[in-house]
């Protein structure tokens, strides 16, 4: 296992309030209150190692497959269903949606090879990551992939706890299946748009690997 480079500056931040309410819980409590100092210790190393372990890559063997849609996120399927896309394709879509709960590994990977043709940024909420409304409402980052099989649409979506939505892809680029395409932190959801003819291989309520999981048949 590693850690994300996006982790390091809120590693160093967690460790540093580690390193203090340690310092103040027993210079100060240890004597008169022994039980609550244990405790703040406790809580506080708990925090620290939740938010390493928030930025953790572990090792994987990753789903290399042309013929296939993979995961680009950890998490659950919260959405399958027929959508119209306003952003891009202007025409009916098969929306996957996967949930990421904090404790779910948090890098995007490209779901497929391909072409960027579209990457950009939109301002937004913060609703639940969800709530049906935060795929067009809440802060995101739209990135289309083309390859001679399919084009699809991949969407980073903030939740009500993620502020920082991060995207390494620029617009003639080309990328490579399960490499990283970006970073959301604490918490949010990554949506597909796909041809509304692809072949799905999970139901709603399965739990995803990203880089790993095959999501859909390309026909």
Known sequence: ?????????????AGLIYILIS???FSFL??????LAWVLFILATGFFLF????FRIPKRNHT???NAIIAPADGKVVVIE???DMEYFKDKRLQVSIFMSPANVHVNRNPINGEVLYSQYHKGKYLVAWDPKSSTENERHSVVLRNDKTTI?????????????VNYLKPGQSVIQNNEMGFIKFGS???????????VNVKIGDAVQGGVTVIANIN
């Open 82 to 84: 027929e959508t119209v």
């Open 153 to 165: 649409l991949v969407k980073q979506i903030a939740g009500a706890v993620a502020r920082r939505i």
């Open 64 to 66: 290399m497959n042309s």
């Open 1 to 13: 296992m590693t850690i994300h480079k996006e982790g390091y500056t809120s590693i160093a931040i």
């Open 23 to 25: 310092y103040l819980a």
């Open 30 to 35: 240890s004597y008169n209150h022994p039980f």
């Open 189 to 199: 959801r990554v949506d597909l748009l796909l041809p509304p003819d692809t072949p």
């Open 51 to 54: 938010i390493v372990s928030f």
